[in-house]
């Protein structure tokens, strides 16, 4: 088992920026590939960014290439969502999510383990 806690979302201007950070805890964190997943109210939910377990291949929507980065670091069990330039449209819960593989964790039914997401406001 993998336990995730997201934290680091709030209500922002747009323009502004956000960190958001994923805590995982329980089996070996650099075995797990790492995604970030958004989801709107009456909108399903969609993958943001994703990054392997080495930290070495990511991967971006890209209605937020440019704009967001993720990262991790293996020593702290931890993956990072920044967020810059928000925009109205990024308003969401967002959640982080583990899985075997970077392509494995880009798709909602095929991540194995969710943390319980955080709320991100952008207004305008």
């Known amino acids: 088992q993998v336990q995730l806690v997201e934290s680091g979302g709030g209500l922002v201007q747009a323009g502004g920026s956000l960190r958001l950070s994923c805590a995982a805890s329980?089996?070996?964190?650099?075995?797990?590939?790492m995604g970030w997943f958004r989801q709107a109210p009456g909108k399903e939910r969609e993958i943001v960014a994703a990054i392997s377990w080495s930290g070495g291949s990511t991967y971006y929507v890209d209605s937020v290439k440019g704009r967001f980065t993720i990262s991790r670091d293996n020593a702290k069990n931890t993956v990072y969502l920044q967020m810059n330039s928000l925009k109205p449209e990024d308003t969401a819960v967002y959640y982080c999510?583990?899985?075997?593989?970077?392509?494995?964790?880009?798709?909602?039914?095929?991540?194995?383990?969710w943390g319980q997401g955080t709320q991100v406001t952008v207004s305008s």
């Open positions: 329980g089996r070996t964190f650099s075995n797990y590939a």
């Open positions: 999510a583990a899985s075997s593989t970077l392509a494995r964790v880009t798709r909602v039914r095929e991540c194995d383990y």
